[in-house]
């Protein structure tokens, strides 16, 4: 005979404790809320565990119900919204009382250290005045271009050599390659070469670092991370050997670098147009002393930004356009009217890509329109948080106390029948398009994926032009389709957001 207990079955058990614990943090809410009015508590942090495996559809299905809510949490109160005003209100209007704040700066120090990502205060302020000068020079555009094309067409010949024998590829695999080669490139003014697998030492470093960045991520769901990080257990001990195998690499770049910058001669001779190099030459004090580690953590954080980013936002846009073939022609026939002056001569993958001008590029206003459609659908960042620095009323009338954590919420916002109608289910580059076809863009408190107010993205029209010549190359040259129309796709819960198990197709040469 058995017992009650071991009939149920594991769900049972799951949902039973989840609604203990349910209780048992209302109760406690509602000793510390006080007469406050917050946000309705929907579930408990534990639910996410539980639907980790869909969990920004989890929130989506939440915010049909409410637009702002709350998950019970032992400790901070954790708030979610999808609503524009409050997004508005925490990323622009009340800038000041929110940020990153020492919930993220705990999670990440170890791998970002002092970088943009991780700091508040002066020491964000400073580096996002460098960075948004270099970004904005002629001479940072022109050499991102260039980097951007030579790698554009190295993919395009990965794939030309693979198209003739119809063997699917992983696209998702090849693209984190080619952005990681594009931003280190930029970053360092070296060449990693990881997409066609010649430097050993490079690859060592990318693997390396993928791998901390992953186990960075997964102190947000694991309370426990800090006891395993003292005791060197599990992965946090593998985060800490990988974050060693990261920072020789990048130590040792930086030391050669400004070792020959402080040759006058050799720096006069190869100005360098690297970040690296500028950073170097805007943080090295009057007596030539350099900080590497501010160095390491500047730069660092500017390849972890462009890298997963870029390579994820593209990958899902060659999934959705492989689900929509007519807009992949569509795209295919922009491409080609775009460049018409370029010629016959821009026939082979390289001439094609050093022909993608910025005019070209901003004639591509279905392109640039089936990008953001696809980041509105699959954003690269599909869930971030602030920090509250000091009590505050939200636009909604809910309060929020110091310490706790408003999340905003791209997946689930690019999904809401109110805020973008019955078909917002749809992929529809149209709809970002006037009558006469040029681009519209909407609310950045709207469309959340870059963020907004003083720390939206810095590196938005870097990441465009990187995909627009990857695009337009591509489909220039080949039609893609995937491996198996009707296998089922999700996305895999990491703060970025990966296609899980890879995105297999074939090409044929067009
Ligand atoms: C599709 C591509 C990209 C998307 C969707 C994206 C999205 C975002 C988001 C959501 C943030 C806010 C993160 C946070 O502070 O919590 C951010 C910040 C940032 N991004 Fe991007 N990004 C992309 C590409 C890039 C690229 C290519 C670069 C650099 C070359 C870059 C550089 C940065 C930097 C430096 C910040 C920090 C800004 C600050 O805190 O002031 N991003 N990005």
């Known amino acids: 005979m058995t017992t009650g207990i071991l009939e149920c079955s594991p769900a049972i058990l799951v949902a039973a ?11 406690l809410a509602f000793f510390r809320g006080g007469t406050k009015r ?11 565990v539980y639907h980790l495996q869909r969990l920004h559809d989890y929130h989506t ?19 979610y919204t999808s ?32 970088g943009i990502f991780a700091v508040d205060g002066d020491k964000w302020k400073q580096q996002r005045k460098i960075a948004s000068y270099d970004f904005s020079t002629r001479a940072l555009r022109d050499f991102s271009g260039g980097v951007f094309n030579k790698n554009a067409a190295k993919l395009a010949r990965i794939v030309a050599s693979n198209a003739a024998t119809k063997h699917p590829m992983d696209f998702q695999g090849l693209l984190m390659k080619a952005t990681m080669d594009s931003i280190f490139t930029i970053a360092f003014g070296l060449d990693l070469n990881t997409l066609d697998g010649s430097a050993d030492e490079g690859s060592r470093f990318a693997a390396a670092f993928d791998d901390a960045s992953e186990f960075t991520l997964v102190r947000y769901v694991n309370v426990f991370w800090k006891v395993a990080r003292f005791l060197n257990v599990g992965v946090e001990a593998t985060l800490r050997d990988r974050i060693k195998v990261v920072d020789e690499f990048v130590y ?61 936002g593209l990958s899902w846009f060659l999934y959705m356009v492989c689900k929509h073939p007519d807009v992949q022609e569509k795209i295919s026939k922009e491409v080609s009217e775009a460049t018409a002056n370029a010629g016959e001569a821009a026939s082979s993958v390289d001439e094609f890509s050093r022909s993608l001008t910025d005019e070209a590029l901003n004639r591509m206003h279905y392109l640039h329109a089936a990008l953001t459609e696809t980041l509105r659908l699959y954003p690269s960042v599909p869930l971030d948080n602030k920090e509250c620095f000091s009590d505050d009323v939200l636009p909604n009338g809910f309060s929020v106390g110091k310490g706790d954590i408003v999340y905003y919420t791209p997946y689930a916002m690019g999904r809401m029948e109110r805020l973008w109608g019955d078909d917002a289910h749809e992929f529809r580059p149209e709809r970002w398009l006037d009558q006469d076809g040029a681009f519209q863009p909407e ?8 963020q907004a107010g003083p720390r939206i993205c810095l590196g938005k029209e870097f990441a465009y032009r990187q995909m627009k010549i990857f695009a337009a190359v591509l489909f220039r040259f080949f039609v893609l389709a995937l491996r198996d129309e009707k296998a089922s796709v999700n996305y895999r819960s990491m703060i970025t957001l990966y296609i899980d198990q890879g995105l297999h197709l074939t090409a044929t040469a067009r």
Do not use: W
């Open 443 to 450: 609310s950045p408190f709207k469309f959340t994926a870059f």
């Open 252 to 312: 040792k770049r930086i030391r050669g670098r400004a070792d020959e910058m402080s040759d006058d001669k050799a720096r006069d001779a190869h100005p360098k147009q690297d970040l690296l190099s500028r950073f170097i030459l805007a943080t090295t004090s009057d007596s030539g002393k350099v900080d590497y580690k501010y160095l390491r953590d500047i730069i660092m954080n500017i390849v972890i930004a462009g890298k997963d980013t870029t390579a994820g």
């Open 83 to 114: 609503d524009p005003a409050v997004v508005e209100h925490i990323l622009r209007t009340n800038f000041t009382s929110y940020g990153k704040g020492d919930f993220n700066y705990e999670n990440m120090s170890d791998l970002l250290g002092d």
């Open 17 to 27: 404790g989840l609604s203990v614990l349910a209780i048992f943090f209302c109760y």
């Open 61 to 79: 299905g939440l915010f049909r119900e409410h637009k702002t809510f709350r998950l019970l949490s032992p400790g901070r109160r954790q708030i």
């Open 38 to 48: 917050y946000p309705p508590a929907v579930g408990t942090v534990f639910h996410q």
